[in-house]
């Protein structure tokens, strides 16, 4: 039997990040498929006209073909036992999305070689940077022309402010894919176009080792030595401690839909990636390995099954062993609670949960009392440190139709505003006063609308602001006045933090001009 230490140590807990069509799903399937836990890939994610989708419990999920929350996979591969947040791939991502970070205790950023550091990948990435995670990069579609590999890094440096260390590099592209090089290993895996997954390995003594002269044409051959010669020369040198701060990246090259480079992705990625980290506490730092079992609710999806219109609430284990049917202290009630039949994700199977570890993803039912946030422990009452709201892009004064279902509306926004579906604010100094509703993705404003009307028989009426950008504002008391009292579009948000509202950049920018000693945060955390 293995002990509370084995047991965390083998976990890794991770979440995907990239803008649509990178390959996100194409390469969960395939590390999934290398763990076992699918026979075949390319059953992980329905698109558009399959029926399986993974959670097509939302009606508009179903409706629109597309995966509106995220959801956790996990599978087992060489002693280690991996969760996989998924993170939604559609462009209409939410909030729910940047959460889902919080759980992840590092993240693979994949990036389209064609297409480089694209909208979605920078807006995720800056969150995992701000937590300090370490960042793993898979630089996919080799097998296509693409753009050279030192110009995606470059980019990467430039948008993302992020230095970078090839683990491995490709020999050729496209049509003339030769390969990937393991810098480390100083081995060749050999890419079969006709048969892309029966991979040919080939150890060297380095980029000059004459056999690659006998397996590579001369023209690609010449272009990686110089390649390999001037990574030695001018690139960063390998710096564990600086890829475990999330300061550089460890970067592969592959091709996902051919599963080439996944394996070498995988191993090294395992290697170090960290195992599950504690968190900070109002009471001190919470060591994962210990007999005190802790985790914190970071999701809440709703109607997983319509016909109860039940909840599920996501948490991630922080501390010790969840067994089932053990009874926590839920802290922000100060209540004891049973964890009745929790479930857990197996590709796209739900079943019920009988014993987890810190770093797993567990799902418990929810009669509605929890938020996000929240902390569940064996005992003690402690809370781990608050989850910062970001900058919503949308945003839209919301009202209800029929005054008389006044009651229910305000219901329903203050408990889908707790689930975390939206961000909630007030306007500030003006009247009448006025809700408005701020979300990532314009899709959040259709599930708001769809579940107030279907939960709590509310039609609303969204007026949508030109509005784009939300800053917490702290600073100067007199020149906070001043502001308070001059500015437009302020409001406050369930804290009765003062946040400001833009149009555009250019109008934040006048406003940072104009007052010099207020600080613009760009998340509630610090605001
Ligand atoms: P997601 O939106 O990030 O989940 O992307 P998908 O995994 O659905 O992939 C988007 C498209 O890119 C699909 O048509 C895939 O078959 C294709 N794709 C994924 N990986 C590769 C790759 O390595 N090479 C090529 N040529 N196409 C790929």
């Known amino acids: 039997m293995s002990t509370l230490q084995e047991e965390i140590t083998s976990r890794k807990t991770f979440a995907i990040i990239s803008h649509p069509d990178a390959g996100k799903t194409t390469l969960t399937e395939k590390l999934l498929y290398f763990g076992g836990a699918i026979r075949e890939a390319g059953s992980v994610k329905g698109k558009k006209n399959t029926k399986q989708a993974t959670s097509d419990w939302m009606e508009i999920e179903r409706q629109r073909g597309i995966s509106v929350t995220s959801s956790v996979l996990e599978f087992d591969y060489n002693g280690h036992h991996i969760n996989i947040l998924d993170t939604p791939g559609h462009e209409d991502f939410s909030e729910d999305t940047y959460r889902t970070l919080t759980a992840a205790d590092s993240a693979t950023m994949l990036i389209d070689a064609a297409k480089g550091v694209e909208a979605q990948t920078e807006k995720l990435f800056k969150v995992c940077s701000m937590r300090g995670i370490p960042i793993f990069t898979f630089i996919n579609k080799m097998d296509r022309e693409v753009r050279e590999p030192f110009e995606v890094m470059e980019e990467m440096e430039n948008v993302l402010g992020i230095r970078s260390y090839p683990m491995n590099w490709p020999i050729g592209m496209g049509q003339n894919f030769f390969g990937i090089y393991d810098r480390h290993a100083r081995k060749v895996e050999l890419f079969n176009p006709d048969n892309p997954s029966d991979v040919e390995v080939k150890q060297i003594s380095g980029p000059e080792d004459p056999l690659l002269d006998e397996l590579v044409e001369p023209s690609f051959l010449s272009q990686f030595r110089e390649e390999m010669e001037l990574l030695d020369v001018a690139g960063d040198p390998y710096d564990e401690d600086k ?46 390995v210990q007999d005190l079992f802790s985790g914190f609710i970071f999701k809440i999806q709703a109607n997983m099954n319509p016909k ?63 938020r996000i946030g929240d902390t569940l422990a064996g005992k003690g009452n402690f809370q781990f440190a608050e989850m910062p709201h970001f900058s919503p892009e949308q945003f839209a004064a919301v009202s209800v139709k029929d005054a008389m279902k006044h009651k229910s509306f305000e219901k329903g926004i203050q408990q889908l505003t707790e689930e975390g579906l939206m961000q909630l604010f007030q306007t500030y100094n003006r009247y009448p006063e006025q809700q408005i509703i701020g979300v990532v993705g314009g899709l959040q404003f259709e599930v708001l609308e769809h579940r107030l009307k279907n939960e709590y028989n509310s039609d609303i009426h969204l007026e949508h602001l030109p509005l784009t950008i939300a800053r917490w504002v702290t600073g100067d008391e007199k020149e906070l006045d001043t502001f308070r009292k001059k500015q437009r579009n302020l409001a406050v948000d369930r804290d009765n933090k003062l946040v400001a509202l833009f149009e555009n950049e250019f109008q934040m920018n006048m406003a940072k001009d104009k007052y010099p000693n207020l600080v613009f945060h760009e998340n509630s955390f610090t605001g």
């Open 243 to 288: 890829i475990f701060r999330g300061e550089l990246t460890p970067v592969f090259f592959g091709s996902a839909v051919s599963n080439f480079g996944v394996q070498n992705f995988l191993e090294h990625f395992l290697y170090f990636a960290p195992s599950p980290v504690g968190r900070e506490s109002d009471q001190g730092f919470v060591e994962p």
């Open 308 to 370: 109860h219109r039940d909840r599920i609430a996501f948490m991630r284990i922080t501390s010790g062993k969840y067994t089932q049917g053990m009874t926590v202290n839920h802290s922000r009630l100060n209540k004891t609670m049973r964890l009745a039949q929790p479930t857990q994700f197996l590709a796209q199977d739900r079943s019920i949960v009988e014993e987890a570890y810190a770093g797993d993803i567990i799902g418990l039912f929810d009669p509605g009392t929890f």
